[in-house]
């Protein structure tokens, strides 16, 4: 009867290899058996600290060293001297175990047995084995290499527990441990757990674990920041320069499925079909400065209306990458318009001004100044979110001068539908809108009322600038400055001096 080996790993492959070349068992003399893992994740498995070699070019320097043996395992009691191989067949073919197919452990074992027994043109592209061989390594480099690559990583809920991040990835064959020990290197101590139908891996910081598969797929992951990501890549969509046969060349359909950013790809190829691939088109290059190529006039597009409302603005650039613009909210007759600066990531995402953090601290001066929130008219001198990305937050940037500018027409509006008898100024971005100097400053202004344009104005810190001055001492006279500047602007508003 031909003896059944089962194994569960390459390792355990290797260690039955050692003993059975040592014993100088042909190939057609045993079988391959692979097991199940155990589904303890955390108990029975224990750790896996590295694999014992990688795939990828940056990482030959860590395999095992020249000349590895695949020793028999009592070397006392076996009759023949170890096998050994080159440390490239080694690579190769730790390589090639991770390719599925229902003979690899008994394919490895021919290659290894011709080698011992001096066919060593089995590594050879021209032998029928060497060919198999060579072509189950390419397709293994390729599968690590496309699972680096299109692997998303969601962020859990802070307080959620470990791990931080979780990731969902279908890959052809079994190159998880190698992708795990890639991310392992490069994202330092954060914890995170990639899921396959077959296997999970999970990194607590300093270790590797290995176990069975423990999700169904992305759908039992929630991603906190996945909204901001589909936001930013839909906002980076160019459909002038959408090639969908080429698009779907570089990554295959089986990839798209579980990518966050896959499901918009269907509508915003639908949408440039249907006309806003050269509406994009003429807009990009009507923004553009360069040569003035004449056409003629049946060719020319027709001029383009201005935006009517706000949510059509593009006076600049910043509608690009926000949510949605952020209106002025509040009594359309309130004595009192509070202007800050820009909205911020809560706001871009609400579509309302001042729900944030300084929108609480702006709460709290309410408060204290007795101030009724529902009785003001609330805005910013900035309509869209300015952001800079930090990894998968979007970090404020103060609006330049020109975007100021552009979007003075609106608040100009608001001031006429409104007006105001008394405008606060939350920081200097605010100041410089109202006044339409872009060299004004709060320095000389704070919190002493002043008349412009037959209104009073009162310049006061914005709150944001409260939540980021170190030192309480600080923190405590920024608020003090605006608080007083709540209750001067009450004043002047029951009987302004006009």
């Keep these: 009867m031909i003896p059944t080996i089962r194994v569960q790993s390459?390792?355990?492959?290797?260690?039955?290899?050692?003993?059975?070349?040592?014993?100088?068992?042909?190939?057609?003399?045993?079988?391959?058996?692979e097991t199940v893992e155990s589904d303890d994740l955390f108990g029975a498995i224990g750790a896996v600290a590295q694999p014992r070699a990688h795939y990828g070019p940056e990482d030959v320097g860590q395999t095992a060293p020249a000349n590895a043996g695949i020793d028999a395992s009592s070397p006392a009691t076996s009759p023949h001297a170890p096998a050994r191989i080159p440390r490239e067949m080694l690579r190769m073919l730790e390589s090639a175990a991770c390719f599925r197919a229902p003979d690899r452990y008994a394919f490895l074992y021919k290659l290894v047995w011709r080698w011992q027994n001096g066919q060593h043109d089995v590594l050879s592209a021209a032998d029928e084995d060497g060919a198999r061989?060579?072509?189950?390594?390419?397709?293994?480099?390729?599968?690590?290499?496309?699972?680096?690559?299109?692997?998303?990583?969601?962020e859990r809920a802070a307080g959620s527990g470990a791990p931080q991040f979780v990731a969902w990835f279908e890959p052809e064959h079994d190159v998880l441990h190698q992708v795990a020990a890639h991310f392992s290197r490069r994202m330092g101590q954060t914890t995170w757990m990639i899921g396959t139908p077959q296997a999970t891996m999970l990194w607590d910081g300093t270790t590797l674990h290995a176990g069975p598969p423990l999700m169904h797929g992305p759908e039992d992951i929630a991603d906190?920041?996945?909204?901001?990501?589909?936001?930013?890549?839909?906002?980076?969509?160019?459909p002038a320069r959408l090639?969908?046969?080429?698009?779907?060349g570089h990554i295959a359909s089986r990839y798209w499925k579980n990518m966050p950013e896959g499901a918009l790809v269907p509508a915003m190829i639908a949408d440039a079909a249907a006309g806003a691939r050269r509406d994009g088109q003429t807009t990009t290059v009507g923004a553009r400065h360069g040569v003035t190529i004449p056409i003629s006039a049946d060719a020319?597009?027709?001029?383009?209306?201005?935006?009517?409302?706000?949510?059509?603005?593009?006076?600049?650039?910043?509608?690009?990458?926000?949510?949605?613009?952020?209106?002025?909210i509040g009594a359309r007759s309130a004595r009192i318009m509070?202007?800050?600066?820009?909205?911020?990531?809560?706001?871009?995402?609400?579509?309302?001004?001042?729900?944030?953090?300084?929108?609480?601290?702006?709460?709290?001066?309410?408060?204290?100044?007795?101030?009724?929130?529902?009785?003001?008219?609330?805005?910013?001198?900035?309509?869209?979110?300015k952001w800079e990305p930090r990894g998968k937050r979007r970090l404020h940037k103060t609006p330049a001068q020109q975007e100021i500018?552009?979007?003075?027409?609106?608040?100009?509006?608001?001031?006429?539908?409104?007006?105001?008898?008394?405008?606060?100024?939350?920081?200097?971005?605010?100041?410089?809108?109202?006044?339409?100097?872009?060299?004004?400053?709060?320095t000389?202004?704070?919190?002493?009322?002043?008349?412009?344009?037959?209104?009073?104005?009162?310049?006061?810190?914005?709150?944001?600038?409260?939540?980021?001055?170190?030192?309480?001492?600080?923190?405590?006279?920024?608020?003090?400055?605006?608080?007083?500047?709540?209750?001067?602007?009450?004043?002047?508003?029951r009987s302004p001096a006009l």
């Design 444 to 493: 000389n202004r704070l919190g002493t009322p002043f008349l412009h344009e037959a209104r009073w104005i009162v310049a006061v810190y914005h709150p944001s600038y409260i939540l980021r001055v170190p030192g309480d001492a600080a923190k405590a006279q920024a608020m003090d400055v605006l608080i007083e500047g709540l209750k001067r602007a009450q004043e002047y508003a």
């Design 405 to 442: 500018a552009a979007c003075a027409y609106w608040l100009e509006e608001e001031l006429a539908a409104v007006a105001p008898a008394v405008i606060v100024a939350l920081g200097g971005t605010a100041l410089k809108a109202i006044l339409g100097n872009p060299k004004a400053t709060i």
């Design 243 to 248: 090639n969908v046969s080429v698009m779907h």
């Design 338 to 385: 509070l202007v800050g600066e820009q909205p911020g990531d809560q706001e871009d995402l609400a579509g309302m001004p001042f729900i944030g953090p300084a929108g609480q601290v702006l709460d709290d001066a309410f408060r204290q100044a007795g101030l009724d929130r529902a009785s003001i008219y609330l805005t910013n001198a900035v309509k869209h979110f």
């Design 300 to 328: 020319a597009q027709p001029k383009r209306d201005q935006p009517s409302t706000l949510d059509q603005c593009r006076r600049c650039d910043l509608w690009r990458n926000a949510t949605q613009a952020v209106p002025g």
């Design 224 to 238: 906190t920041g996945e909204a901001m990501w589909l936001t930013y890549y839909r906002s980076t969509f160019n």
């Design 133 to 154: 061989l060579h072509a189950m390594v390419k397709t293994i480099r390729r599968e690590t290499h496309k699972m680096h690559a299109y692997l998303r990583f969601r």
């Design 10 to 33: 390459f390792a355990d492959w290797r260690d039955a290899a050692r003993h059975l070349l040592a014993q100088q068992v042909p190939p057609h003399a045993v079988q391959w058996s």
